[in-house]
């Protein structure tokens, strides 16, 4: 493949831009090799500034589970382009969307649009505080909820990624109320529940985490904070920014049966605009400013274009619900099975950890990855060697260990075809 102007590209966007790039996994660093600077994106695949095409694992990190440019959506975002972009006014098209967030996931009674799923965290975070008069908060490692100050603490996605152990320009007293524990450990859960349990505001975590690679919930660990965050009055968040409109039409929470007292909503929900959302009880969500003392603003928040994107986005998934959360599950099974065959047919140890549309090859000889420490012992090298032989021939899988792939209903059944050819090549090349 010729990548000479993404090379040009990239040498000029150094020198304006930290790293090149305007978020930093985007930059290849951990999988060695320069990014490629992408020209448009059709469908499941992506096309570069040299013309080289790939199939898009990635989906802008989420949000396109319809692929892209999706006919229906590009209509309708044009169209409301002519009528204005932004207003800084009320509109019919926020209560629609809020009334659609609603119907899909009703455990959020009420709901405030943002413009990103960091805003969607932090601002839901502030209503929990200002709901329960605590400040005490609990995430787990690995997990990452966008890059407020008090969040970075143990994350993962492009903190994991970079191997950074914290973060600088942070003080350390804004993450003094931050608790870390590690993922899917019950025991470590209860002790600090039982010491100072009546000090926490919330828990907050992703319920299938994607940002340390995809790691699923252990059986029961989700009824488990279910029932002691009820038990001591702590307000129960799920950072469903990646899993939401993806695992489910309800999410994380409909697929699993749990009622979160709140959720955070990103990626798909803006239909590819930047649009998030937080939710929940409407005792907690009525603390929020205009009606109680939390305030949250923005000055963007609910603009009609993007809200237009995420309206057509949540129609498309609620007409083809049954059909495409289906047909998910079906490419999802299906890859990681071809996976860990690819692999084991090279005398490659992985484990692949899947759900739905969200899979991750962890290149390590533990047959179990559930938490931070055991993903952070995968062989990343040799992960960013195979990741390079996939872009080299057509595939654009994550370019980091510690991030989950998504497939998306765009693809074809020739495409997965295709995607296994790639990856059995790219197994035996690195073997
Ligand atoms: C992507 C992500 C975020 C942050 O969303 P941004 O739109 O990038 O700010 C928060 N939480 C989770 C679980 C995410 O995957």
Known sequence: MEHEKSRLLFEEALKVIPGGVNSP????????????FIERGEGAYLVDADGNRYLDCIGSWGPLLLGHAHPRIVSKISAQLGRGTTFGAPTKLEVRLAQAIC??????????????????????????????????????????HGHADFLLAKAGSGIATLG?????????????????????????????????????ACVILEPVVGNMGCVPPSDGY??????????????????EVMTGFRLSYGGAQERYGITPDMT???????????????????????????????????????????????????????????????????????AADSMRALAAN????????QVGSMITVFFTQKTVVKDFDQAKRSDTVRF?????????????????????????????DSDIDHLEKVAEAAFLAVA
């Open 346 to 353: 090279a005398g490659i140890p992985v484990t692949v950890n």
């Open 384 to 412: 960013g060697a195979w990741f390079r032989e996939m872009l080299e021939h057509g595939i654009y899988w994550p370019p980091s260990q510690f991030e989950s792939a998504f497939l998306s209903y765009a693809m074809s």
């Open 25 to 36: 996994v985007r930059a290849f660093k951990a999988v060695g090799g320069d990014p490629v």
């Open 222 to 239: 989700l009824q488990k904070l279910r029932v002691i965050t009820s038990k001591y009055g702590a307000v129960l968040i799920f950072d």
């Open 103 to 144: 119907e899909a996931v009703p455990s959020i009674e009420k709901v405030r649009l943002v413009s990103s799923g960091t805003e969607a965290t932090m601002s839901a975070i502030r209503a929990a505080r200002g709901f329960t008069g605590r400040d005490k908060i609990v995430k787990f490692e690995g997990n990452y």
């Open 164 to 200: 950074l152990p914290e973060c600088a320009g942070v003080p350390v007293a804004y993450t003094a109320d931050t608790i870390t524990l590690p993922f899917n450990d019950v025991d470590s859960l209860e002790t600090l529940f039982g010491t100072i349990g009546t000090e926490i």
């Open 264 to 334: 955070t909503l990103g990626k798909i929900v803006g239909g590819g605009l930047p649009l998030g959302a937080y939710g929940g009880r409407a005792e907690i969500m009525d603390k929020v400013a205009p009606v109680g003392p939390v305030y949250q603003a923005g000055t963007l928040s609910g603009n009609p274009v993007a809200v237009t994107a995420g309206l057509e986005m949540l129609s498309l998934l609620r007409e083809g619900k049954e059909v495409i959360y289906a047909r998910l599950e079906q490419i999802g099974e299906r």
